[in-house]
Each structure stands twice: as C-alpha cells, then as structure tokens.
C-alpha cells in the first residue's frame, strides 16, 4: 500500500532518488542531486509545496506528481485558470497502474482547487514556470514522446492530445550561410545588434529564467533602433552539462508582420548562427508546433533535423 501527501522539505533527497533512477532519456537531467532541485525547482517563489504529491510507502517516498500554472497576462502574478500537471515519475519497481492513476488524479484535484478550470498534460508556454534545463530541452513542449511514463499515463486517464511540437537539432559545424542578393542587400541595409544580459520584463520571467545564461539578436535600420527581427538564445543549463555538448536553445524567434517575407528572419539566424560559434557554441535546438509551416520550412532549409517530439494532451472537458 502507499499513502499520498504533499512535498515536505526533508523530501529533496529522495526526490533527487526518484529522478535518478529513471530511465536514460534524452531530454531529462540525470543525475540530479537535493541542492541543484532545489536551486532550479523548489526555491522558486512559484513553487507551492501542495502542488508536488508525493507517494509513500512505509514513509518513503516512492513518486510524485507536480502541478502548477501559467502568468497573469502581464506576468506580474500566477493565473489559476488552467493548470498542468508538469512532472509525474516513480521508482520503476513501484511503477503500478494505480500509483500512477492515483498521483495524476491527486494532481488533477489540486489544480482545480486552485481555481483551475481546464487541465493539461506536459509544461507547455505559458504553463511553464518550472523544468526548464531540467526536462525537455530549448522548451517545456509538453511530454517528450520518448518519455513513456508521463505519455503512457495521461493516455490512460483520457487525455486527448491537443498540439505536438518537433524537436530540431543543428549542429553549427556544418551551417552553410545562405549567400543570395537579396541578403548583402540585408547586409548592408541593416545592423545587427547584441545583447549577452538582456533585462527580464516581468515576476513570471525572472522566477522562470532566473538562472538561465541568455543571449539576444536583434536586425534595426541603420539609422533607427526599429526592431526589423529579433531572436533570443539561452545556454539549456544543466541539460546541455548532460549532452556533452555546448548548446543553445533557440526561442522566440519574431519578425513583426509589417516586416516579414523580406528573408530578415534566416538572416538574422545566419548572423547569430555565426556569433555563437565563435563563443563555442557547437548544437542548436529549437522546438517548432507541428501546424507552423513558415517556421518548419525555414529551420528545414537551414538543415534541422528532428530528434523527437513533445505532446501536450488536455484533459477533455472544461472552459478556457
């Protein structure tokens, strides 16, 4: 038999166990120890000890589940109306149906104590506060295919799966820069702009990438700071350590409307593409929904390929 209660703070170490001995898996962080949890997980300010259901038995843990939410519109506070369960493991010689069933529905009725009135399965932005250089990779895309514990265990509790994100890789040794007209038109048109400490801009984003090394690119006229492209890198810390690798996550990659279809975006990523190597950066990752075209047609004619995909299920039922 095994009881169910929430996260204490004795509880770290065996947490850290838990998490160890886990099945290998590309986008988890093995080993973990009690300090570096609770660097990146448990001392954050959003980190609420009734959201982490920890399983026992005979007063040891065995498994937990981690519930949590997403931003206020503003990122000045948490909004309660949708949550996520973003973490569910246990030892794999306890791995029953009923632990897992059990710990997901303990999840479940946290969230929607908290006010939560639509659920999901996996972190995904904006629902994305915790695991980041901890599970996933460059992004929390939900659960990682190649994670059948979670995958298994919210496709037996009816989850449906709502969107699915492609992991990209691209290793910057074998980037070919694009060398067309149209981009020494862009060349000598525009500047390309650096940032290696840009400023959080709300309480949600300093909790979320509080120890995240982070770099930002920017494309402006050569006689006005206008934004024409920007992107932004971090460093995937600890995950990367893992992979052996120096690696950068690619995220929000953006174009305003008023400015796209004129290549900014592959230039801008061909001129950070160059910047990072030289900083010795070797791999690239970025994390694109299935349904974006554009994006996938540009990473694709810059040599991604993909390594594997996240999913993020929703639990039917509910209103946004």
Known sequence: MFQLRSFRNSDPPAIAEVWNRQPPQRGLVQPVSSPLLEQLLFSKQTFDPEGM????????????????FGPSDDGSSIDYSMGATQMLMTLPTMRSPELIADLLAASEEYLRSRGAKVLYGGGMRPLDGF??????????????ESDRLMTDAFQQSSYEVAARALVLHHELSRHRPAVSREQRLLKRETQFQQNFSPAVTNWWDANRLADADRQVFRLTPRRTLDTLARVEF??????????????AGLRELHVPAEHRR?????FLLNESFKTLRKRGVALLEAHVMQDNEPALNLYRGMDFTQVDTGVVFRKPGGTA
């Open 131 to 144: 695991y980041l250089g901890l599970y996933g990779g460059s992004e929390l895309s939900g659960v990682l």
């Open 53 to 68: 259901i920890v399983a026992c038995r005979n007063g040891r843990p065995i498994g937990f589940a981690h519930g949590g």
């Open 234 to 247: 971090w460093d995937i810390e600890p995950l990367a350590t893992r992979w052996g690798i120096r690696t």
């Open 262 to 266: 004129r290549k900014l975006a592959s």
